[in-house]
């Protein structure tokens, strides 16, 4: 389907913020709006979030990628992951003035975008927003990726035929790396014990979002990504996050091969294909 690409221009507190519209010729009635990780702006690694946009448009789909104040094109100061909902929200609103059609809106996010969209809904509870596609959803602590580095690298590390050739040749830094080894086990016994110092922790509020998120929800991870492994460590081991990855309103697509921020063609085509069966699936 033929689709036009438009500059949106749109403001919060007199600042102007600018994204990119691709608006199909007879649009349908569900939105994209694509949420950036930080920090970059709207084109995303590897071209990802520009060919996505591109792709899904040309099935029909309207699409809208954004900069966020402090980045890209746009006014203001940079802002935290967990300080963009009113940006969000500012975009959202710029979306549906651009295609009126959109009668659903689902929105679309990698790494800690993906954090910012459920910390988003925990704190607007927007109506207007019935889907949610997470990919490699950011939840680090020291803690939690002290968990997932003793779970997963430590282990792995003893089958390496290289790490017994260092060993025996003397050019491993023992002390060192036992010093490492301690550490992390303490840090990941401790786990979430410990606190940032905030009333809520970040990964609470995405936890909170979530649960309170009646639509539908793709969750994309990748097979060769710590943030992702730490996220389903984190998500299966915390009390906050117990069953929400497993309920009823969540698919799980895991892309197994795949690095943090899916580089190759193939990986980044495995995303679009993914998403457009589950917006088609949507109903």
């Known amino acids: 389907m033929k689709y036009t690409e438009t500059p949106l221009a749109f403001s919060i507190g007199g600042q102007q913020l600018l994204g990119i519209a691709a608006l199909p010729e007879t649009p349908a009635d569900c939105g994209v709006l694509i949420a950036v990780g930080g920090p970059q702006y709207r084109v995303g690694s590897h071209r990802q979030f520009l060919l996505l946009a591109r792709r899904l448009a040309a099935a029909g789909y309207p699409v809208f990628r954004f900069d966020y104040r402090g980045m890209g094109d746009s006014e203001g100061a940079l802002r935290s992951f967990d300080n963009v909902s009113d940006d969000i929200g500012a975009a959202v ?22 954090s910012s969209l459920l910390m988003y809904y925990e704190t607007t509870r927007d109506a207007r927003i019935d889907g949610l596609v997470l990919l490699n959803p950011w939840v680090r602590s020291e ?8 779970k997963h690298y430590y282990g792995q590390r003893l089958l390496q035929r290289e790490f017994w050739t260092k060993l025996l040749s003397g050019k491993m830094r023992v002390i060192h790396s036992l010093r490492e080894l301690l550490r992390n086990a303490l840090l990941a016994r401790r786990g979430a014990s410990q606190q940032s110092g905030k009333a809520v922790p970040f990964q609470d509020r995405m936890a909170n979002g979530l649960r309170s998120f009646r639509g539908k929800v793709l969750l994309i991870l990748s097979g060769e990504d710590y943030t992702a492994r730490e996220f389903v460590e984190y998500a299966c081991s915390q009390t906050s996050w117990k069953g929400l990855i497993d309920s009823a309103n969540v698919s799980r697509c895991d892309i197994p091969g795949a690095d943090h921020t899916f580089s190759s063609a193939e990986w980044r085509a495995r995303v679009e294909d993914e998403t457009l069966n589950w917006l088609e699936h949507q109903a």
Do not use: E, K, N, Y
């Not at 609103?93 to 993906?114: K, N, S, Y």
């Not at 803690?143 to 003793?150: D, F, V």
């Open 143 to 150: 803690a939690s990726l002290a968990q997932t580095h003793m």
């Open 93 to 114: 609103d710029a979306f549906q003035r651009a295609c009126p059609a959109i009668r659903h809106m689902v929105l679309w996010g990698l790494c800690d975008a993906a």
